[in-house]
């Protein structure tokens, strides 16, 4: 269980970095298509804050 908590963690940490990354990049749209799709891939479903 501790396991999943710390992927979980990474994974929000990631996510974050790419959607940094994104804003400062001209291909934002791309960049977070693909964050929301890897989120949706993980099971966590897309984040609140990107709606």
Do not use: D, H, N
Not at 14 to 31: C, D, E, T
């Amino acid at each position: 269980m501790e396991a999943m908590l710390k992927m979980v963690e990474t994974w929000q940490c990631m996510m974050f970095l790419a959607l940094y990354q994104g804003s400062k990049s001209r291909s934002r749209p791309v960049r977070l298509g693909r964050v929301i799709s890897a989120s949706t891939m993980a099971g966590t479903g897309p984040i609140p804050e990107l709606e």
